[in-house]
């Protein structure tokens, strides 16, 4: 019977969901009241996931990170996915000109949560776009809040009205590291949607992805026995239309599976003890 579960069972994947204090998407389509909050995520997170072989679980933003201690115990892996900028209160800078909208109520919540996460879940990581600032931000670094401004001698990061599956640059990978396992090879073509990048690394995490102006497009953890991976591009906009990118969605779900029969092997052999 056991056996036979394991094969059916498929990991629980939690994906953060968005915060916007702004009732304008609750006015604009209908379903809203004015001064409305609202929590809500991109579908392409929960397909990329889905195709994958997992089973996707928003997780909500909460008052209180600890309320949602019982779902993150049943968690086999977690993703921090895209949104709007970190308050770089948080990295100990003042806002710069072209900091965009931020949401301290999700930033607070997030941070916290990531720091769960690394330290007291062991359970793989994955982070997207803000995710990957985020992971950032929780583990002491420090951010670029404009590139445009900061780095006006790169290449433009932030196309927002292209199609989302259309890819704008070549990363690099570092040879050995985890996404080049993942890609097979040293070279990617990715989307680009993101004016905030990672200026200091934060503490436990590595840089394997590089664009050509030196921009950090993808980390990773320094410990090699545990999947935490984090990317600044926007895999779940392309997998659908370009199957190389799936492979970061495949390898997820894969070491999340892994981790969820490890888990289950302890808690029988604990119960037979």
């Not at 932030?158 to 985890?178: C, D, L, N, T």
């Not at 073509?189 to 394997?208: I, R, Y």
């Not at 895999?235 to 969820?260: G, H, L, N, Q, Y």
Request: proline share 5%; aromatic share 8%.
């Amino acid at each position: 019977m056991l056996a036979e579960w394991r094969i059916l069972m498929k990991p629980l994947i939690g994906i953060c969901a968005n915060y916007l204090s702004d009732d304008a998407i609750g006015l604009a389509v209908g379903i809203g009241a004015k001064y409305q909050e609202w929590q809500l995520l991109a579908d392409d997170y929960i397909v990329a996931i889905e195709r994958a072989g997992g089973v996707p679980v928003i997780l909500p933003i909460t008052r209180e990170v600890e309320t949602l201690m019982p779902l993150l115990q049943k968690l086999d892996g977690i993703l921090f996915s895209g949104g709007s900028d970190i308050d770089p209160n948080l990295y100990g800078e003042y806002p710069k000109f072209g900091l965009g909208a931020i949401e301290p109520r999700r930033d607070a919540h997030e941070i916290r949560l990531a720091q769960i996460a690394l330290t007291k879940l062991n359970i793989p990581v994955l982070g997207i776009c803000r995710g990957m600032q985020l992971l950032t931000v929780a583990t002491g670094g420090k951010l670029y809040q404009d590139l445009a401004s900061q780095k006006p001698e790169g290449i433009n990061h932030s196309v927002p009205k292209s199609i989302r599956h259309h890819a704008f640059h070549p990363v690099r990978m570092e040879v050995g590291s985890v996404l080049y396992n993942i890609y097979q090879g040293d070279v990617l073509t990715v989307n680009s949607f993101h004016h905030q990048a990672v200026k200091e690394l934060g503490q436990g995490f590595k840089a394997t992805m590089i664009a050509p102006d030196g921009i950090i497009e993808g980390m990773e953890w320094e410990e090699s026995n545990r999947f935490v991976v984090a990317v600044q591009w926007h895999p779940e906009m392309m997998e659908e239309k370009v199957d190389t990118i799936r492979p970061i969605f495949t390898a997820f779900v894969e070491a999340s599976k892994m981790t969820a029969e490890v888990n289950e092997l302890v808690a029988s052999v604990e119960t037979i003890a």
